[in-house]
């Protein structure tokens, strides 16, 4: 107890504080109480000796105040350790429940879509993906591949990441050279007259004669999936990709972005939902099931332009129609092909070794 205190005590006793000092006075008194309350309590739960100096009081101060500290941070480690695995547990049920109709599957699946249908011949590998479940949510590396001759080969990958059911933009990792976006793949028949093809030759005539390519061809019409395949049925070549009509003003912008599916000969690394059905179905069953997944289709694409119902509409009421293709085959056959065949446009992809 200091000198003041004492001096105020005194004349607490003698009534000389006026009433606001004396209520002061009783409230230290009052303070003075539970701590010493407290000190008897904790050497009483202790077993300690109540003889101890008043240094060895504020030990017992100290090391009360630190337990109590290492309890509540034990607390909150052990609260972490439970409630983390329940949520990833809860990540991992709420992505795959449901099997071939769970949440985790339907990305896989619409993301394979949206692959095969907006970039020509590019598929994503289904088999040789990686999930990785994460707190609520999910990431996802899909390998893409392309086939040039006989042979597929990666050519990069994208990694799609989920959080609950909001999909963000896809980080794409190309391996090879694709062709610039100022080259477009194809033109519609009635588009601006091509000066592609004379370029296309010249590029095929210097390839040697042990080597197979990969070509962008645009038709002089657009023609039905059959009589396509009839009118290449002469030719040492394999449908890679078709790009399909779906919409009514492509005279007005014939190089617009195309939408299609992988051709007859593809070596496919998935099928629609209906694998007896021929490529006309299949290319429908695949803007339906991506039509309910309509927004993630558009963030897997980095298209806006996708407009699935109006596509699929369009593409019920006038049928199927290829006005441009990917092909492979042997260079100087597929120089052939340009040159004799229903080719309005040609660009010429990528070229590997024999492999046919």
């Not at 899909?142 to 909001?166: A, H, R, S, W, Y």
């Not at 290449?232 to 399909?244: E, F």
């Not at 992988?262 to 179905?281: L, T, V, Y």
Request: one cysteine or more.
């Amino acid at each position: 107890m200091n000198e003041d205190f004492k001096k105020r005590w005194e004349k607490y006793k003698n009534g000389e504080l006026s009433e606001s000092e004396m209520l002061r006075v009783e409230e230290e008194l009052e303070q003075l109480e539970e701590y010493q309350d407290m000190l008897e309590q904790e050497m009483k739960d202790e077993d300690w000796d109540l003889a101890i100096s008043p240094e060895k009081q504020k030990a017992i101060l100290r090391y009360g105040k630190n337990k109590s500290y290492m309890r509540i941070s034990t607390l909150a480690v052990i609260s972490t350790l439970i409630i983390l695995p329940i949520c990833t547990l809860g990540s991992y049920l709420y992505y795959g429940l449901g099997g071939h109709e769970s949440k985790g599957n339907e990305l896989v699946q619409t993301a394979s879509m949206t692959v095969a249908v907006t970039n020509p011949n590019i598929q994503v590998d289904t088999e040789a993906l990686v999930n990785k479940v994460k707190l609520f949510g999910i990431e996802t590396q899909f390998p893409l591949k392309k086939q040039i001759g006989n042979v597929t080969k990666v050519v990069g990958n994208e990694e799609v990441e989920m959080f609950f059911d909001q999909l963000k933009s896809p980080q794409i990792h190309q391996y090879n050279q694709e062709l610039s976006k100022e080259e477009r793949h194809f033109v519609y028949p009635d588009g601006i007259k091509e000066k592609s093809v004379s370029k296309a030759e010249s590029i095929l005539k210097q390839l040697p004669d042990g080597t197979v390519t990969e070509a962008f061809l645009s038709f002089e019409k657009a023609y039905p999936t059959k009589e396509l395949y009839e009118k290449l049925k002469g030719y040492d070549v394999r449908v890679l990709w078709n790009a399909i009509e779906t919409e009514g003003d492509l005279k007005d912008h014939p190089y617009a972005e195309p939408i299609g599916f992988p051709g007859k000969d593809s070596n496919r690394i998935f099928e629609i939902q209906q694998p007896a059905e021929n490529d006309d179905e299949q290319f429908k069953a695949a803007l339906s099931y991506m039509i309910k997944n309509k927004k993630w289709a558009e963030t897997i694409s980095g298209r806006k332009d996708l407009k699935l119902s109006k596509r699929l509409d369009y593409v019920e009421q006038n049928g199927v129609n290829v006005y441009g293709a990917v092909i492979t085959g042997p260079s100087k056959e597929v120089e052939r092909l340009i040159k004799k065949g229903p080719v309005k446009a040609a660009k010429v992809g990528e070229v590997e070794l024999w492999n046919w």
